[in-house]
């Protein structure tokens, strides 16, 4: 972009008036117009975490603790049983029972409910969401889903095919063309129950706040004459913070809340008062917690340690009042500026426990039970599959320096990696594991056989995950199958080079070695990767913020011109341009001749000039739009403007 000189050019605005082109983004209706609150799933609003605030998975050597709790099961959509084809793992409890009766079976013991009563509660929960406009339907009255309160989609049974959901305009969007939801939350099964969905991901909305605007007022006092200017500047906005707290370990709470605003600035005042500054938002978030900007892949922050504060983004700079633009050359500044505004963004947030050792291994082979034995905590046991849809956290204590995080994951099944069953949503929990305990059902009829079905599953998923040391605990060793199964599945995995154990989660036998072989694991990771330790201490967690700021205050003359040539329009670009126009308070007289003083000064009359702007050629710069007049020659009035303004030395933008 070459410059030549101009000399009798300005820009005026239209009917010596400057209109906001567009104006500032009014206030949405709906921020997000895909969520329609539909309906609330009232089920959960009773759901309630176990606030472990004393003991957290961080404070280690303090009381084990379950972390999770469950919502009363009957709150819960079966998900996967509802297609036997899913349980493939042939030789488990789940495959026992009857291909066709299971998912009836196992429905109606988890729903415990009959045919009747299902129909009299859905007759008046129809009526209810009717009343409350809760659903969606068809010209011809047919309903095709629902939404939650937070937004996210409840499938109609009976509207697979047909499950719609609002875009960002507001149009109805077929879910099944779309597969993959905007609001970052990927489509899971069909069915997940919303708890599961937002256990640990979230997507939030964060806005820092707006800087406080700058006054003009003049100093009045009996025996002070000529008092000179003496408006204040506006308050900064407020920061926008992430703060790892280490009583949470799931992203829930995101359910319902995730729009967080920092405050505003307080404008300034007279008798050179500044503005307060506005309060600043602290969004707390789990240990483990990895934030991403919506839409893209490239991490932001992993926050690992409670405790653990990040400055995202920094509020807005508050705007000058007149007494900032005193000088030598202009006593009498009328002119202030708009506070500046803050900054905002769409976060994913995606949770990966921070666990030492992870209990993996298929559906009901006793991971509850020896997470139950080994630690306080207290998952939910029981003998059907997919008893935990959580993943739960325990705290085993040797003695009061030896302490580890141990996690319990819902069981994987055959396909895990492709979707099926539960166990792959959780298994990206295991990638802070430094060791693992494969759980395997001795009483299956071939333990083996499931043991490799798991294994793989978890090299399909992650090479990562599958390349962690691990120990083989076989369970169930009080039944007589899986003793008489022992040995040769010793012998098999022996000769293979695994680590196995035999144990009794449920009498307590054999658990204790398997425990304390996987913190001998877990000693021995934490020493090879003794220099890594503190990486992520060292790692500057403000760096968001300054990039922010650095892009926020780039220099005015970095600007950039296209032209829309059919409609004879010149866009000028640039961050710094754009900062300033937003900036400018138009309500002042003196903010016009400074906006041209600047443009000019920058470069940006040059750099039109030579790409040939002409007399009544629309100039878009930032939010203002406006029209080019050529000279003094076609009009007086705009050059006698600059003239005007030559005289006045104006203070350089910070
Ligand atoms: N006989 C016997 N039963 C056990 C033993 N360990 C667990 N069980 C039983 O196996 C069933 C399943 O136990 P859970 O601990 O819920 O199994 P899980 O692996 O957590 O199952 P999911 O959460 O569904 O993946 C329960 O009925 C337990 O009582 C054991 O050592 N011996
Ligand atoms: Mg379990």
Redesign the pocket.
Known sequence: MASISVSATCLSLPQSQARSRTQKPSPRKNPNPKIKPKKLNTKFQSLSLSSPSPSSASSLGTQATTYTRLPPKEDFHFPSLNDSDEIKLSESDVAKRDSDNDSSEIEAEMLDTDDDDDEEEEEEEEEEEEEMGFRDETDDGEILGYYNGDGSLDFDEEGEEEVYYYDSDGKLVNLLENEVDDLGLEVKEKGVPAVMRCFDRAKIYVKAGDGGNGVVAFRREKYVPLGGPSGGDGGRGGNVYLEVNGAMNSLLPFRNCMHYRAGRGAHGQGRMMCGRKGEDVVVKVAPGTVVREAGSDDVLLELLYPGQRALLLPGGRGGRGNASFKSGNNKVPKIAENGEEGPEMWLELELKLVADVGIV??????????LSVISAAQ??????????LLPNLGVVSFDYDSTMVVA?L??LLEGAHRGFGLGHEFLRHTERCSALVH?VDG?GQQPELEFDAVRLELEMFSPEIAEKPFIVAY?????PEAYENWPSFKEKLQGRGIKTFC?????REGTHEVISTAYKLLQETKKSNEGLEGFQDRIDLNYVADMVQRQRSSSISEFEITRDSSCSTWYVTGAGLQRFVQMTNWRYMDSEKRFQHVLEACGVYRSLMKLGVKEGDTVIVGEMEMVWHDSAENSGAPNMKKRSTESIKWPQLK
């Open positions: 291994g298929a559906p009901n082979a006793g991971k509850s039970t020896l998952p939910e046991i029981a003998n059907y599959p997919f008893t935990t319990d819902p069981g759980v009483s369970n169930k060793m009080d039944l144990m009794s989660a449920v009498k």
